[in-house]
């Protein structure tokens, strides 16, 4: 199993959510959806992955924390923390600077919206 099979395993229990439902929400084959689950299957993109936080209404740490899963499984773990350490670079010289670029917009959206604001 991936970071991302183990931590949609437990979003399915935790929130109690029907394997069905979902795949059908997403527009997935059951059969597909379970190779997901089962870590046998990435899936396709990161449209099917929010479809899954929205059916499972995820908060909006709880999507940060599924997307970091996503491209974790994508990419690999060292890549993608590699990346976003350099992200994190990038940014650290745009504050000072005075502007804010964008590098992970996912995580940018969910702070929005704990926060009220999105």
């Known amino acids: 199993m991936s970071v991302f099979s183990d931590l949609l395993s437990e979003y399915i229990t935790m929130k109690d959510v029907g394997v069905y439902p979902l795949s059908q929400f997403c527009g997935l084959d059951r059969s597909f959806m379970y190779k997901i689950i089962n ?17 499972m209404q995820l908060t909006p740490q709880e999507k940060i924390d599924f997307m970091d899963a996503f491209y ?47």
């Open 39 to 55: 870590g046998k299957q990435n899936p396709s993109g990161e449209d099917v992955v929010r479809k899954m936080a929205q059916f």
């Open 72 to 118: 974790i499984a994508q990419m690999g773990a060292e890549v993608y923390y590699r990346r976003k350490s350099v992200g994190e670079l990038i940014e650290t010289f745009s504050r000072r600077e005075g502007k804010k670029e964008y590098i992970f917009h996912e995580a940018e959206i969910a702070k929005l919206e704990l926060n009220g604001g999105g």
